[in-house]
């Protein structure tokens, strides 16, 4: 019966978002609906509530208040992959432009959690949704040290060669936001080399992020300024070049 009610309930909130809005308590539901332990129950009970987050700004007060974003929090421990992958744009349209909700992630586990979504899972989506919201909270000063302090930094790296665009470009601006946090890590030989090689393409995008990242990573880090830029970028002539450019100071 409850399984029923659930798929009604996913249909009337593609149709009737602002029905559930002003007259349904739908923080309280993502709450009382997550604590099944039916999995059909759970997708189509997440299902329900991206609906209205994506239909109606007033639902989003409504789950925080209900205490919906730590309890989705709670479910990145599920398995299924489609399922995770609306929970965490369920996160994302909770957290883009509120502090609060970043730090209720934070609050809840969830840098590790989406760490470890990005080590050990390959379904693109999943992966870009997870990079998606990872860029966001990645401009939280909190979050940004507790992502680095996760292994964020060679979790992201991981995937720059992927062949999927839009993953890389949200890994780049990632690893951007937060390398001014990891200028203390050391071993990151195969990240910088791969950096170097993204200054040399031809998208903007690209080419920016490579460089900033290079420039927080590399200052104030002797192992990784000299043994990796010098030796693996080849020549002293494209090193100075580099940091004439981003750290004039540097070179005196």
Known sequence: MLYVCVCLFVCLSV?????????????????????????????????????????????????????????????????????????????????YGNQESKLSILGSGGPAELI???????????????????????????????????????????????RSGRLVQNCMWCLRNLSDAATHLENLGGLLQLLIQFLGVGDFTYVTCAAGILSNLTCNNPQNKVKWMYEMKGTENEYIEFYSLWNPCVLK
Not at 29 to 36: E, F, L, Q
Not at 79 to 89: G, H, M
């Open 15 to 95: 149709c009737l978002p602002a029905f559930f809005v002003f007259f349904v308590p739908v923080g309280s539901m993502a709450v009382c609906w997550s604590r099944s332990q039916v999995e059909a129950v759970l997708f189509y009970a997440i299902t329900t509530i991206h609906n209205l987050l994506l239909h109606q700004e007033g639902s989003k007060m409504a789950v925080r208040l209900g205490g919906g974003l730590q309890r989705m929090v709670s479910l990145l421990s599920q398995t299924n992959v489609k399922f995770l992958a609306i929970t965490i744009d369920c996160l994302h349209l909770l957290a």
């Open 116 to 162: 470890r979504i990005m080590r050990f899972y390959s379904y693109e989506k999943l992966l870009w949704t997870t990079s998606r919201l990872l860029k966001v909270l990645s401009v939280c000063h909190m979050n940004k040290q507790a992502i680095v302090e996760c292994g964020g930094i060679q979790a992201l790296a991981h995937h720059l060669s992927s």
